[in-house]
């Protein structure tokens, strides 16, 4: 059976998603950005159902040295909760940098602070962050290249 990616760049107001399949290419999805943890997690369980996703690849927050940060414990519990309710295999990536690799991809950059605004409000930025994330992860192990 294929391989069907979910990238997620964890937040807790706003939860960047990218997919991918076998063929190696992240792209970013819609963010989880409802009001509420319920109403975000019903969003990511919609989206592993359309998308029929196998493995769930979550931003894990270390220090550019490599070494826990205290929001490590904030995402462990989020991972948790994802296993809880979908049962599905979570590999935690080193997420360091990525938000910074993101604002140099894709997207309009934002001409005045209010659209800068509205850009984090929707989350466009998480999920391209989510989107180099997960595009990391699939090059490290040599799928889709």
Same mark, same amino acid.
Request: glycine share 10%; charged share 25%; with cysteine.
């Given at each position: ?29 819609? =963010?989880?950005?409802?009001? *509420?943890?319920? $109403? /975000?997690?019903?969003?990511?369980? &919609?989206?592993? #159902? @359309? ?50 690799? =993101?604002?140099?991809?894709? *997207?309009?950059? $934002? /001409?005045?602070?209010?659209?800068? &605004?509205?850009? #984090? @409000? ?24």
């Amino acid at each position: 059976m294929a391989q069907v990616f979910l990238g997620i760049d964890y937040g807790s107001r706003r939860v960047g998603l990218s997919h991918a399949d076998e063929l190696g290419f992240a792209f970013p999805l819609p =963010a989880a950005v409802a009001d *509420g943890a319920e $109403a /975000r997690f019903a969003q990511i369980g &919609q989206e592993i #159902v @359309r998308l029929k996703v196998t493995l769930l690849v979550l931003g894990y927050p270390l220090s550019v040295e490599g070494a826990r940060t205290q929001r490590c414990d904030e995402v462990d519990a989020f991972a948790d909760e994802l296993t809880r309710r979908f049962g599905l295999p979570i590999e935690k990536v080193d997420e360091a940098l990525t938000s910074q690799a =993101a604002d140099g991809l894709g *997207g309009r950059k $934002a /001409r005045s602070v209010k659209e800068r &605004q509205q850009q #984090v @409000r929707s989350g466009e930025r998480d999920s391209r962050a989510a989107a180099v994330l997960l595009q990391d992860f699939l090059n490290s192990r040599g799928i889709g290249s």
